[in-house]
């Protein structure tokens, strides 16, 4: 992996670490993570979006893996 990669790959870990962090302040406590017939039948705290900062990073490297 050459150094641009590495730096790219952070750069979008961080932006997305700041775009939740800024989402954070204006959602509710919870979030309904499933809706059925009878409104949301599964719900988790908004702290849960913190699980998905690292995705676009590791779709950026998982894409450049496929390219070589």
Do not use: E, N
Not at 40 to 45: D, G, K, L, N, R
């Amino acid at each position: 992996m050459s150094k641009k990669q590495k730096s790219i790959m952070i750069i979008l870990t961080v932006v997305t670490l700041f775009g939740v962090l800024a989402a954070l302040f204006f959602l509710p406590d919870t979030i309904p993570l499933h809706f059925g017939v009878k409104g949301a039948s599964s719900v988790a705290s908004k702290y849960c979006l913190l699980l998905f900062v690292p995705v676009p990073a590791i779709l950026y490297w998982a894409i450049c893996r496929k390219t070589k």
